[in-house]
């Protein structure tokens, strides 16, 4: 990465620079000062109590030099939705990790992404459950998976998820959850909700705000919007409100309709991490939410791209 130094940024340090006007990252300055040519000057070595003139030309090597451990590349298809030099966002189908685990090696996002895009190190910004589907963000650098990093931390990342949800009761139009989540003391997996009492800590507070969309009992879809990002945050909001999701077999049971919990991530609306410039990513549905949203209403009630701009 080379930065051509203009009045803007003369007279400031290299640190200053890269922390408060390129919003590195304390990691990613780290990365930098250890490598032997990580930070030049006009093709010299310098540290970063360093103070810039106009006119000097700023060269950090952010580029990697060691792959990513552990991740087996995979030659299957990608459904990319967006890509430029900083990150990539694609479609991640349902019954597929986003990493590597234990039990799950060979075929992940993390190695398709790694094998038909760039060659060293997956970064994702955020990540679904495997039976997840929608919008997976890669970063390409060090420095852009930290920006991403401040947004998520700052709430600057907004995501609208389709919940088809299979329950009696009658649904509200909207409104938010306000529940805290916590692992279940005697599962490894799942969670469970409770009302802010106190005891909580700010790591356990979690906000839903969500709209419906359709509703022909016993079938309601909802948009919903996690505020926060717990683990398993809808499907555990979405049932303690009486409203498991369709397929869900862990916060709720087996539906006629779909075979994995009918979650999906349609859209993230965000400033671009380097130009400022509003996005927002979209990602079509897969065939078997398309199927079970036809049996459930008879067809598929897709929210307009501009309510995705409203407050839910």
């Known amino acids: 990465m080379k930065l051509v130094i203009d009045e803007t940024f003369a007279g400031l340090t290299i640190k200053k620079v890269l922390f408060d006007r390129l919003k590195f990252s304390r990691a990613a300055i780290t990365s930098l000062k250890t490598k032997e040519m990580g930070i030049c000057v006009n093709g010299e070595h310098k540290t970063v109590r360093y103070v810039l003139c106009a006119g000097d030309v700023l060269s950090l090597q952010i580029e990697d030099t060691k792959p990513s451990p552990r991740i087996q590349e995979s030659c299957g298809p990608i459904d990319i939705l967006f890509e430029d030099e900083h990150f990539l966002a694609v479609n991640k189908p349902a019954g597929m990790a986003v990493h590597p685990s234990k039990k799950l090696q060979d075929d992940t996002l993390a190695g398709r992404i790694l094998y038909h895009r760039y060659p060293l190190v997956f970064r994702a910004a955020g ?139 349609h859209s993230l609306s965000f400033c671009h991490p380097v130009t400022g410039k509003d996005l927002c990513i979209t990602a079509p549905l897969h065939e078997d939410y398309k199927n079970a949203l036809t049996a459930a209403f008879g067809a598929v009630p897709l929210p307009d791209i501009n309510d995705l701009k409203e407050k839910i």
Do not use: W
């Not at 420095?143 to 949800?165: E, M």
């Not at 919903?224 to 862990?250: E, M, N, V």
């Open 127 to 265: 990540r679904l459950d495997k039976d997840t589907s929608g919008v997976v963000i890669s970063a390409k650098s060090q420095v852009v998976s930290a920006r991403f990093f401040h947004l998520i931390r700052q709430h600057g990342i907004k995501k609208c998820y389709l919940v088809l949800t299979e329950s009696e009761k009658e649904p509200p139009c909207e409104g938010e959850i306000d529940l805290c989540i916590r692992r279940h003391p005697e599962s490894y997996i799942s969670r469970f909700c409770f009302p802010p009492d106190g005891t909580e800590t700010e790591s356990e507070t979690a906000l839903t705000r969500f709209r419906l969309l359709a509703s022909a009992p016993p079938y309601h879809l909802f948009l919903a919007s996690p505020i926060t990002g717990r683990t398993h945050q809808l499907r555990a909001h979405f049932s303690a409100i009486g409203f498991p999701l369709a397929g869900d077999t862990l916060y709720g049971r087996e539906s006629t309709i779909i075979g994995r919990q009918a979650l999906h991530c």
